[in-house]
């Protein structure tokens, strides 16, 4: 398996996510996001003080699980990685144009100047077929 399969397995799964982060506690939370999938890492629009990007700014390790559907086959696809917030003024600009398929302003109605966004570095991913029992495809970053 390949990065590309995995996004487009992220594609086909739809446009939600849920996104888990360790907090300082040691204790799980889990959020859902919609993701966009460019040059080959995970972004989320964020607000930059919310629970996940703090618990990220203390432990970037995450978790991002797409869900399981009837009408996917049960499939699901889990990605493993290190979160970062993106608030460089340039980069911001790039990810508001064009990389996502709905309209930020909807969340962020100052634009790429007041919007923050979380960037996943995918480090490994697995996709379970109908729950697993279909099989399991593994991707590792190397």
Not at 43 to 57: F, G, W
Not at 106 to 127: D, Q, R, T
Not at 132 to 137: C, K, L, P, V
Request: net charge negative; with cysteine; aromatic share 10%.
């Amino acid at each position: 398996m390949e990065l590309d399969d995995v996004v487009a397995e992220a594609t086909r799964l739809g446009m939600w996510c849920h996104v888990a982060t360790v907090t300082p506690g040691g204790e799980p939370h889990v959020v859902p996001v919609h993701p966009a999938w460019f040059e080959g890492k995970v972004y989320a629009l964020v607000t930059p003080d919310s629970k996940k990007m703090r618990n990220i700014a203390k432990n970037p390790s995450v978790c991002l699980h797409w869900q399981v559907a009837e009408e996917t086959g049960f499939d699901s696809l889990i990605v493993w990685g290190e979160g970062t917030l993106i608030d460089d003024p340039s980069r911001k600009e790039r990810l508001w144009d064009g990389v996502f398929d709905y309209d930020l302003a909807l969340f962020e109605p100052g634009g790429p100047s007041a919007a923050a966004f979380l960037e996943v570095m995918p480090a490994k991913a697995v996709v379970l077929r109908s729950f697993g029992m279909g099989g399991r495809e593994e991707w590792r970053a190397s």
